[in-house]
C-alpha cells in the first residue's frame, strides 16, 4: 500500500492545475516560478507518495525543474498512458480539473514502476536537441520525396532543390553530433560502449542514448516494456492468440530497428538467432523484433556495466 498521497498536476502553457488522491488540495497557479514556490508550500503540508504529471510538449519543463530541486517525488508519464487510465476509470469528461484528479490517482496507484523524473545533463541535453533537429528535418526530407514523384513539373524541381538543401543541413547535424561527442568525455565513453556492438552506429547509438536515458538502470524486463519490445500475452480461457509488442518509446523503437536491421546482416549472433527464428516459421517481423529485443537487453547490461563495474550480465555480443 502506498504511503503519502497521490498529487496530479495539469500542465497548460499558463496554469498549473493541482489535484491530491485524498481531496485535501485543489489549486490553480500561474505556471512561472510564483506558482511553482505556491506548489511547492502546499507539498510540505503533506506526505507526497508521487507527484505526476504528464509531457505536454515542453511547458512543463520549468515545473519539473523545480519540484525536483524542491526534493518531491517527481515523476513525468506519456499523455497516452494517462489518457488509458483516465478510460479504465470511467472518466470520459474532460477538463484541466478533471485532469488533475486523474492524475492524482494514476499517482497513488499505477506509476510506481515508472522512475522518478530527473534532469538531463548539459551535454546530454544538447545531444538530444541535435539528434531531435535531425529526426525532424529527416522527417520533412521524406515527405518531399514522397512529393517529387507526383508534383507538377512546374514545382518538381523546387522540391528537388528543397530535399538537396534539408540533405546538407541533415550532414551539418550528423557533423555537429560527432564533434559534440568527441568533445565531452561522458557522452564519447557510453557511445563507445554502445558501438562496441556491431550493427550500432554512432547515430543509433547517439539516438539510443538521448531516447533511453535510463539504458544501465533498469532490469531486462522493465528496458524491454519502455521501448515497447516486450511480448504481450492475448489469451482468454482455452484460446491463445499471438503475441504482440505495443506502446512504449517510439523513436527509440526507431533507432534500434535500424541497429538490429544491421545486425542480420554484418552481426554473427544476431543473424543466427534472425535465421533460426525464421526457420522455425516465425514471420521475419516477429524474428527481428525479438532481435530487437535480444540487442537492447544487451545494450542495457553494457551500459549497467559502465556505469557500475562489470557484471556476469555483460556477455560478449559482438
Not at 498536476?9 to 512561472?32: C, F, G, M, P
Not at 485532469?99 to 506509476?111: F, N, S, W, Y
Not at 507526383?150 to 553530433?177: G, M, S
Not at 547490461?301 to 557500475?308: D, E, G, H, Q, T
Request: glycine share 6%.
Amino acid at each position: 500500500m502506498a504511503s503519502g498521497i497521490g498529487v496530479g498536476i495539469d500542465v497548460s502553457k499558463d496554469t498549473l492545475d493541482v489535484a491530491t488522491s485524498d481531496e485535501s488540495i485543489t489549486l490553480r497557479v500561474s505556471n512561472d516560478e510564483a506558482g511553482f514556490a505556491t506548489i511547492i508550500e502546499a507539498m510540505r503540508q503533506v506526505v507526497v507518495h508521487r507527484l505526476l504529471l504528464e509531457a505536454s510538449g515542453g511547458y512543463e519543463r520549468n515545473a519539473l525543474i523545480a519540484l525536483f530541486e524542491a526534493g518531491l517525488p517527481v515523476v513525468l508519464v506519456q499523455p497516452l498512458r494517462a489518457r488509458h487510465f483516465a478510460r479504465a476509470l470511467g472518466r470520459y469528461a474532460k477538463t484541466d480539473q478533471i485532469d488533475a484528479a486523474t492524475l492524482a490517482r494514476m499517482a497513488l496507484l499505477a506509476v510506481d514502476d515508472v522512475p522518478l523524473w530527473a534532469p538531463t545533463e548539459d551535454a546530454l541535453a544538447d545531444l538530444k536537441a541535435l539528434v531531435d533537429r535531425r529526426h525532424s528535418l529527416l522527417t520533412f526530407r521524406d515527405a518531399e520525396e514522397k512529393r517529387v514523384r507526383l508534383a507538377r513539373p512546374i514545382v518538381r524541381d523546387h522540391i528537388k532543390a528543397a530535399v538537396a538543401d534539408l540533405t546538407v543541413k541533415v550532414r551539418d547535424l550528423e557533423r555537429r553530433i560527432d564533434a559534440l561527442i568527441a568533445e565531452v568525455t561522458s557522452l564519447a565513453a557510453q557511445v563507445e560502449v554502445l558501438e562496441a556492438v556491431t550493427g550500432v552506429g554512432r547515430i543509433s547509438a547517439a539516438s539510443l542514448l538521448v531516447t533511453i536515458p535510463e539504458l544501465g538502470t533498469l532490469t531486462r524486463e522493465q528496458v524491454a516494456a519502455l521501448v515497447g519490445v516486450a511480448p504481450m500475452n492475448r489469451d482468454s480461457g482455452a484460446w491463445s492468440g499471438a503475441r504482440f509488442i505495443r506502446g512504449g518509446r517510439a523513436r527509440a523503437r526507431q533507432s534500434l530497428y535500424m541497429a538490429a536491421l544491421a545486425g542480420t546482416l554484418w552481426n554473427p549472433i544476431i543473424r543466427e538467432r534472425y535465421k533460426l527464428l525464421v526457420g522455425k516459421g516465425k514471420k521475419p517481423k516477429v524474428a527481428l523484433v525479438a532481435c530487437m529485443r535480444k540487442l537492447l537487453i544487451h545494450l542495457n547490461s553494457l551500459m549497467r556495466s559502465y556505469k557500475n563495474g562489470p557484471t556476469k550480465s555483460a556477455l560478449q555480443l559482438s
